[in-house]
């Protein structure tokens, strides 16, 4: 595997999602329940499907181009979803802190 400017970018990226599934579970006992919570249990699932996504990234020139396809194209579809679920939970949140 070369070390080159792409590498290291998928590296770092790999390292934030864990980041990020480590935040994502870690703030799970403090979220209620309700819609809040139903809202926060899909975006855990999203998240740790990113993380299983970029953990792929090292490995893309050894895919054959149909399935390199494949994974980039589901990477972002579900990244789409997290957008909507995200926005969603925050303006649930607004609402609730609002009314």
């Known amino acids: ?3 080159n400017l792409s590498t ?7 390292l934030i999602m864990f980041y990020c599934l480590y935040l994502a579970l870690s703030l799970k006992s403090s979220i ?4 809040v919570g139903k809202q926060w249990n899909f975006l855990t699932i999203l998240v740790t499907l990113f993380t299983l996504g970029f953990l ?14 494949l994974v980039v194209s589901l990477i972002f579809l579900f990244g789409a979803i997290y957008v909507v679920v995200t926005v ?3 303006f649930n949140i607004i609402r609730e802190l609002t009314e």
């Open 1 to 3: 595997m070369d070390f």
């Open 8 to 14: 290291i970018l998928n590296f770092s990226a790999i």
């Open 32 to 35: 209620p329940g309700g819609m």
């Open 88 to 90: 969603r939970l925050i």
């Open 56 to 69: 792929t990234t090292p490995f893309f020139d050894q895919l054959p181009e149909d399935i390199l396809r």
